[in-house]
């Protein structure tokens, strides 16, 4: 499966003109993504002259202050505050750029100081700002990398069986059920289009015939269903409503084992937007194809 960027398009490019400017800028600016990500983004300049910089800190902003409000993937399971193994994972972004300020600023989660003379001035610029930039991936993926880690786990009661429910986009949820030796991930599917769910419909059952074959016995084993899978009985109406059916994948142990958990996590993560891009891609082929035909 093809990964989604990892990377806020929008805070990226603010960070680039903060680097980039050869003249001080002053930014008290918030930016919203997905509706529930709130990023605070402040510089304070100085006035002073360091003789070992090649240009003035008053000609340049030395620090900029990045502050994220970020909402956990399950109410209820997680913390609101960030687990300490999410904290390293961030720490780990950028050592010599990112420092993590404590305590965070008001109404935010995490607040990071980032010292932008410590990026280098050469070709590499580009990766550090792309990696501070895909702060609350790292943080998402930490926190269903706990989830997941629970697999190898023997210990699961009756009611560890219960499904929990994850949000990752707003209006597209999806469950992790917790089993024996597995993980089922289920995605209730919908779309505003009928065309877009007979395309869909299709390319899940591409998806089941090439996941469930000889050639792919190492990825996880998959389904789709018109209707909601046993696991999910009880669960709210409103969760199960759908006109795209339930895809679910059921993950074992060997696929959060090692660099595969990175995969898995992102994957998931990002299910919904995968199937959207393909449902977009094959009708804009389509509509080249009738339109070339057509003329």
Known sequence: ?????????????????LYLADKSIEIDHHLYEFGSIEYHIQVKLTNCICLNCRRSQASNPLLAYLSISIPPLC???????LSPYTIEMVKGICPNVVEIEEPARDGFQLTLKLNLYQIPRNKDYVKVIGDISSV?????SS????????????????GMYKPIKLVYHPREPFF???????????????????????????FFQELMDVGNSDKWTKTPPCTWSAIPP?????EAFEDLSTNGGFFSFDISSRHVEGKRLDKTVWNLLNFNTYVRNHVKVTMTIKYCFITTISS
Do not use: Y
């Open 230 to 234: 046993p696991e999910l009985r009880g």
């Open 176 to 202: 992790v059920i917790r089993q024996p030796q597995r993980i089922i991930a289920v995605f209730p599917i919908r779309f505003r289009e009928k065309s877009d769910i007979v395309i869909a419909t299709t």
């Open 143 to 158: 926190q269903l990398k706990e989830i997941l880690w629970n697999v190898n786990s023997d210990d699961a009661s009756p």
């Open 136 to 140: 609350q991936s790292v943080i998402l």
């Open 75 to 81: 109410h209820g399971i997680l913390p609101n505050n």
């Open 1 to 17: 499966m093809a990964c989604m960027d990892r990377v806020s398009p929008a805070l990226k490019q603010i960070l680039l003109k």
